[in-house]
């Protein structure tokens, strides 16, 4: 599955649920989400083949609203399962396609879970919200905040031995559970017109650690089919700061 089958979004205007092929996984959700990106780096990952319905998050069509009242993303649908927030649905699909995601060792899975608890959404979360959505926050105090959280991954990778959170070879669940909020922030941080904080390059040169691990995350296979290219960031930004 290409990037263009994440670029249509159903609003309001769309009244009744799309056709697709339900023998399929079945992934509402927006491609702009960091939550939603978790799960599609892992079918990614797995080569599972799915649906993908984009939905508005601005605009949510009514028939989603009756399906999943909560109106929260992502959610999947495998076959009359219906199984809601990210982490919850990378671990069933995990168990359901082989091979595993997690390292092997059984102390290294816990680790990696304690990682995504600590820095996943803790760190990356209110800094994201405070960024694009807190009105009395300066700009001057945003751009700072994304400084700190660097300054606290770039501590953390350089205690690490590993080229990636926990092995050398390749990316684990750690990884692609913590990766979309890094490259959310980054975006972010541009969209923001950060001076020193805009691109992978630049991050290297301040955070030596972070800029690698980037650097590797943007080579690997899984990532280059889900992320979204910086106008597609913009596009949603622009949008957000018009609804608030």
Avoid at 157 to 183: A, C, G, H, N, R
Wanted: aromatic content about 12%.
């Amino acid at each position: 599955m290409g990037f263009g089958a994440f670029a249509g979004n159903h609003n309001k205007e769309s009244k009744i649920h799309p056709e697709v092929d339900m023998s399929k996984l079945t992934i509402y959700g927006n491609i702009i989400c960091p939550f939603v990106r978790r799960v599609l780096l892992v079918l990614a990952q797995k080569n599972i083949q799915y649906n993908f319905i984009g939905i508005d998050l601005f605009n949510k069509p009514d028939w989603f609203l009756e399906m999943f009242p909560n109106g929260k993303v992502p959610v999947l649908k495998d076959g009359d399962k219906v199984i809601p927030e990210s982490l919850i649905i990378v671990n069933y699909l995990d168990d359901v396609y082989p091979p595993s995601v997690h390292p092997s060792d059984p102390y290294e899975k816990a680790k990696g879970s304690l990682i995504v608890d600590e820095i996943g959404t803790p760190l990356f979360t209110p800094c994201l919200y405070k960024c694009l959505k807190d009105k009395s926050l300066s700009l001057e105090d945003k751009l700072k905040g994304i400084n700190e959280m660097f300054i606290k991954i770039e501590s953390l990778l350089e205690k690490k031995k590993t080229k990636y959170f926990q092995t050398d070879d390749k990316p684990v669940y750690s990884d692609y559970m913590v990766w979309p909020f890094l490259e959310t922030t980054i975006s972010v941080s541009r969209w923001l017109n950060h001076p020193t904080i805009n691109s992978v390059e630049s991050v290297k040169a301040l955070y030596p650690s972070v800029g690698k691990y980037m650097q590797l995350m943007y080579e690997d296979p899984a990532v280059k089919k889900v992320s979204p290219d910086y106008d597609t960031f913009e596009t949603y930004y622009n949008g957000l700061v018009g609804k608030n």
